[in-house]
């Protein structure tokens, strides 16, 4: 009689403990991310039982990141992590902050909770997949000896018989935005040439001459105002325009040369764990 | 065995009324938890699911004055008026929905229905009272109703730590609003027409004034120089002349719309400064 009770309130519990669970599955499932978040958080309120709680925080995280909603999910592992959960889960959940700050574009707090991983977790090395976000946080933040040393670590760690191309060997060699400014300045259309930029370079040049030969041909023929008025204002205003062009063109490369290296790299390292 | 259906129908339904309000109560300590957890749209989707037909009074007047307030915070302000309307008199925080309620629908320009609120609203605390004066005072203002200001500042103590500084910067607002001189659009162009960009500096907008005067003159130069070395029916006179008019009289409409965007701007910066002290002493009064 007792075995039979002790039976019939197990089984009521895990249907009762359940049920939450798979509602929020069911939901998230259905792409309706905002309900289903809303759903594992009831578990949370709710349910006391680790497992059940840890379900609801991975599936809640699912879904921000589903969402695009980064910082409130790094907010809202932060908030679990103080939680007596076994250290395997919070190693999870700590891997899991760290990749939505990576995501939400936090690059400075990844390393930080890299760093925080090793006493946080007993002493253990931070998991490969922690590594490879530092490797590109680093990279962000164009903090290119560390990344070079953290990549070269990784990959002898992980294919130390396998020769793989060294991505660092060729680190993108960022443009200098003072240099372009200065080309600019002394040289019409230099600064957009050195940004890469030959069209608007060119354009650049011919407006800019333009208002010079202008301003001449307007003098020689006793213009005066027009020659002040409208070709050393044009070449003036194109001068200027030119100068700040170039400054955005090459930080617009620079940009372009990062993100590139960060793909090959995060190409290389994630074929690497999943081999 | 009639007497045993009956009983079991009545056991059935005050089982079924407790673990309704068993059902709601916990519904409303999650929207709760989600609220103080700073999801307040979660926590409005959650009040909205609640099947409102089947609550009582004083549940309804929980959810409503719940989502209204959920719906304050992340400043949805529509639907917290709504929400925060339907709380019956006999809520505990029935004075603190409508007085949010009317700051609402002041902050959205229904200043109308913002000031008929607080005057249906029966309050025996003389704090309460003063509060109220101090938010018809506001709303005055921003409806430009200096007679209707002068009743409710005259209601104004200083006494109250909670708003004193906000009765005293009201009185200011009043004193600068009503000292406000309108400027006239035709002087304006006037101005612009003698010189331009005149009427800008006139209407208080200086720089303006300098950006607009540096161009028409520089027209004006090159449209007298085409005259005098190509004559008035060179091309190049009547290109130069048609900019220099385009510009010119541009700039006279543009100076006669700049004194009403001054006064606009004006106006906007006071709004801004008198909802702040509105708002300021209702959340440092019901918190």
């Given at each position: 009689?007792t075995?039979r009770?002790?039976?019939?309130?197990?089984s009521?519990?895990?249907i009762?403990?359940?049920r939450?669970?798979?509602l929020?599955d069911?939901?998230?499932k259905?792409?309706r991310?905002?309900?289903?978040?809303?759903?594992y958080?009831?578990i949370?309120f709710?349910?006391?039982?680790?497992?059940a709680?840890?379900?609801?925080?991975?599936?809640?995280t699912?879904c921000?990141?589903?969402e695009?909603?980064y910082?409130q999910?790094?907010?809202?592992?932060?908030?679990w992590?103080a939680?007596p959960?076994?250290?395997?889960?919070?190693a999870?959940i700590?891997?899991?902050?760290?990749?939505?700050?990576?995501?939400?574009?936090?690059f400075?707090?990844?390393?930080?909770?890299?760093?925080?991983?090793?006493?946080?977790?007993?002493?253990?090395s931070?998991t490969?997949?922690l590594?490879?976000?530092?490797?590109?946080?680093l990279n962000?933040?164009?903090?290119?000896k560390?990344?070079?040393d953290a990549?070269h670590t990784?990959?002898?760690?992980?294919e130390?018989a396998?020769?793989l191309?060294?991505?660092y060997?060729?680190?993108?060699r960022?443009k200098s935005?003072?240099k372009?400014?200065?080309?600019s300045q002394f040289i019409?259309?230099?600064?957009?040439?050195?940004?890469?930029?030959?069209?608007e370079?060119?354009f650049s040049i011919?407006?800019?001459t333009?208002?010079?030969?202008?301003?001449?041909?307007?003098?020689?023929?006793h213009?005066?105002?027009?020659?002040?008025l409208?070709g050393?204002a044009?070449?003036?205003a194109?001068h200027?325009?030119?100068v700040r062009?170039?400054?955005?063109?090459?930080?617009?490369s620079?940009r372009?040369?990062m993100?590139?290296?960060?793909?090959?790299v995060?190409e290389?390292?994630?074929?690497?764990?999943?081999? | 065995m009639?007497?045993?259906?009956?009983w079991?129908l009545?056991?059935?339904?005050f089982h079924?009324?407790?673990?309704q309000?068993?059902?709601f109560?916990?519904e409303l300590?999650?929207?709760?938890?989600?609220q103080?957890k700073?999801?307040?749209p979660?926590a409005?989707?959650?009040l909205?699911?609640v099947?409102?037909l089947t609550?009582?009074?004083?549940?309804?007047?929980?959810?409503?004055y719940?989502?209204?307030?959920a719906?304050?915070t992340?400043?949805r302000?529509d639907?917290?008026i709504g929400?925060?309307?339907?709380v019956?008199p006999d809520?505990s925080?029935y004075?603190?929905?409508?007085m949010?309620?009317?700051y609402?629908?002041?902050f959205?320009g229904r200043?109308?229905?913002?000031?008929?609120?607080?005057?249906e609203?029966?309050?025996s605390?003389?704090?309460?009272?003063e509060l109220?004066s101090l938010?018809?005072?506001?709303?005055a203002?921003?409806?430009?109703d200096y007679k209707?200001f002068l009743?409710?500042?005259?209601q104004f103590t200083?006494?109250s730590?909670?708003?004193?500084k906000?009765e005293r910067?009201m009185?200011?607002y009043?004193?600068k609003l009503?000292?406000?001189?309108h400027?006239?659009?035709?002087?304006?162009g006037?101005?612009s027409?003698?010189?331009?960009?005149?009427?800008k500096?006139y209407?208080?907008k200086?720089?303006?004034?300098i950006?607009?005067?540096?161009?028409?003159?520089s027209?004006?130069?090159?449209?007298y120089?085409?005259y005098?070395?190509d004559?008035?029916k060179?091309?190049?006179f009547?290109?130069?002349?048609?900019l220099f008019?385009i510009?010119y009289?541009?700039?006279?409409w543009?100076?006669?719309?700049s004194?009403?965007i001054r006064?606009n701007?004006f106006?906007?910066?006071y709004?801004?400064?008198?909802?702040?002290d509105?708002?300021?002493?209702?959340?440092n009064?019901?918190?």
């Amino acid at each position: 009689m007792t075995i039979r009770y002790c039976l019939t309130c197990i089984s009521l519990f895990v249907i009762f403990s359940t049920r939450g669970q798979g509602l929020a599955d069911s939901l998230y499932k259905a792409g309706r991310y905002f309900d289903a978040s809303i759903a594992y958080e009831r578990i949370l309120f709710e349910n006391n039982d680790p497992n059940a709680q840890l379900a609801a925080i991975f599936g809640k995280t699912r879904c921000l990141k589903q969402e695009g909603r980064y910082d409130q999910a790094m907010t809202f592992l932060e908030n679990w992590q103080a939680y007596p959960f076994p250290d395997s889960s919070l190693a999870e959940i700590h891997y899991q902050q760290a990749l939505c700050t990576y995501l939400g574009g936090h690059f400075e707090n990844v390393l930080s909770l890299v760093d925080r991983w090793s006493y946080e977790h007993g002493g253990h090395s931070p998991t490969p997949m922690l590594v490879v976000l530092k490797i590109l946080a680093l990279n962000e933040l164009g903090r290119w000896k560390e990344a070079g040393d953290a990549y070269h670590t990784f990959v002898a760690q992980r294919e130390p018989a396998k020769v793989l191309p060294d991505l660092y060997l060729h680190i993108p060699r960022l443009k200098s935005v003072e240099k372009a400014q200065w080309l600019s300045q002394f040289i019409p259309g230099a600064g957009q040439f050195y940004a890469g930029r030959p069209g608007e370079a060119i354009f650049s040049i011919l407006i800019q001459t333009a208002g010079i030969w202008f301003a001449v041909v307007s003098f020689e023929q006793h213009y005066y105002v027009s020659a002040w008025l409208i070709g050393a204002a044009l070449f003036g205003a194109f001068h200027m325009g030119g100068v700040r062009r170039a400054e955005v063109l090459v930080r617009q490369s620079n940009r372009k040369k990062m993100l590139a290296f960060n793909e090959a790299v995060r190409e290389q390292l994630v074929s690497l764990l999943q081999q | 065995m009639k007497r045993v259906c009956l009983w079991l129908l009545m056991f059935l339904a005050f089982h079924g009324a407790r673990a309704q309000q068993f059902e709601f109560s916990k519904e409303l300590r999650f929207a709760q938890y989600l609220q103080d957890k700073d999801a307040a749209p979660e926590a409005i989707r959650v009040l909205e699911q609640v099947d409102t037909l089947t609550l009582s009074r004083a549940q309804k007047d929980s959810l409503f004055y719940m989502l209204g307030w959920a719906a304050y915070t992340i400043r949805r302000l529509d639907k917290s008026i709504g929400s925060l309307l339907k709380v019956s008199p006999d809520f505990s925080k029935y004075d603190k929905s409508r007085m949010f309620a009317a700051y609402c629908q002041a902050f959205q320009g229904r200043m109308d229905s913002a000031s008929d609120g607080l005057r249906e609203l029966v309050l025996s605390d003389s704090i309460m009272r003063e509060l109220r004066s101090l938010q018809l005072a506001g709303i005055a203002l921003l409806k430009r109703d200096y007679k209707a200001f002068l009743p409710q500042q005259q209601q104004f103590t200083y006494s109250s730590y909670i708003f004193e500084k906000e009765e005293r910067r009201m009185q200011l607002y009043y004193d600068k609003l009503k000292g406000f001189k309108h400027k006239s659009p035709a002087l304006a162009g006037i101005y612009s027409a003698l010189v331009p960009g005149l009427g800008k500096w006139y209407a208080g907008k200086k720089k303006q004034g300098i950006a607009a005067f540096l161009p028409i003159i520089s027209l004006a130069a090159l449209t007298y120089e085409a005259y005098r070395k190509d004559g008035v029916k060179s091309a190049r006179f009547i290109g130069f002349g048609s900019l220099f008019t385009i510009f010119y009289i541009g700039d006279i409409w543009g100076s006669t719309l700049s004194v009403k965007i001054r006064r606009n701007e004006f106006y906007k910066e006071y709004d801004n400064k008198i909802l702040f002290d509105m708002h300021i002493p209702l959340r440092n009064f019901f918190n």
